[in-house]
């Protein structure tokens, strides 16, 4: 099984900032035939289902802004927001869709300081 | 636009079966490529993947829960069952499903189902 770890497991931050979340995997989820990352971060608010935020690592979803971004290649990844808003108070997955089992990174929660 | 929503019961006795359904619209499982995924959440824990049913019958399934879980589709009634045997209190948690194409993310999620194992 690929192993997603996230770094760190909760941040605290002032609107405004930014913030960084890192997700590594167990083994390279770059496909080498079409040169893409099986790479999805997805954002959790409480109560609801998670929503994708950026896919194949880097492609943002529909209607996510732009303060949202995701980088990063083969084995080490980074979602950045890049200026902390009250809404984005949620937990942040990844998850690698190169091989089942899929599986997800344990969550970063993001919180306003 | 694509939906999904789960349906079930919200206790489960140990060691019962428990059935879960999702019905979705907006695609069809009959097309090349399409999939449902089911992934559950227990109370304040990460996402666990669970399986995935695609149009051409080539399911998948976690390795960890593979020999409990079951995942079927009828096409007809744009539908996904997935059936978990011998339930224990540890499977408690939020059962969602998503639309899962053929080597992509999951896109959309229904609102998930809260299923409690107790007795």
């Known amino acids: 099984d690929i192993v997603m770890t996230q770094s760190p497991d909760s941040l605290a931050l002032s609107l405004g900032e930014r913030a960084t979340i890192s997700c590594k995997s167990s083994q390279s989820v770059l496909y080498s035939s079409n040169n893409m990352n099986y790479l999805a971060w997805y954002q959790q608010k409480p109560g609801q289902p998670p929503k994708v935020l950026i896919y194949w690592a880097s492609t943002r979803g529909s209607g996510v802004p732009d303060r949202f971004s995701g980088s990063g290649s083969g084995t080490d990844f980074t979602l950045t927001i890049s200026s902390l808003q009250a809404e984005d108070v949620a937990v942040y997955y990844c998850?690698?869709?190169?091989?089942?089992?899929?599986?997800f990174g344990q969550g970063t929660r993001v919180e306003i300081k | 636009q694509i939906t999904l929503k789960e349906s079930g019961p919200t206790l489960v006795k140990p060691t019962q079966t428990l059935t879960l359904t999702c019905t979705f619209s907006g695609f069809s499982l009959s097309t090349s490529g399409e999939g449902v995924g089911w992934i559950r959440q227990p109370p304040g824990r990460p996402l666990e993947w669970l399986a995935l049913?695609?149009?051409?019958?080539?399911?998948r399934y976690n390795p960890t829960l593979r020999y409990r879980l079951t995942i079927t589709k009828d096409t007809s009634k744009n539908q996904v069952v997935l059936t978990m045997t011998n339930v224990d209190p540890v499977d408690t948690a939020t059962y969602y499903c998503?639309?899962?194409?053929?080597?992509?993310?999951?896109?959309?999620w229904g609102q998930g189902t809260l299923v409690t194992v107790s007795s």
């Open positions: 049913a695609y149009w051409n019958d080539d399911n």
């Open positions: 998503a639309h899962g194409k053929k080597g992509n993310w999951f896109d959309p």
């Open positions: 998850q690698q869709y190169y091989d089942t089992p899929r599986t």
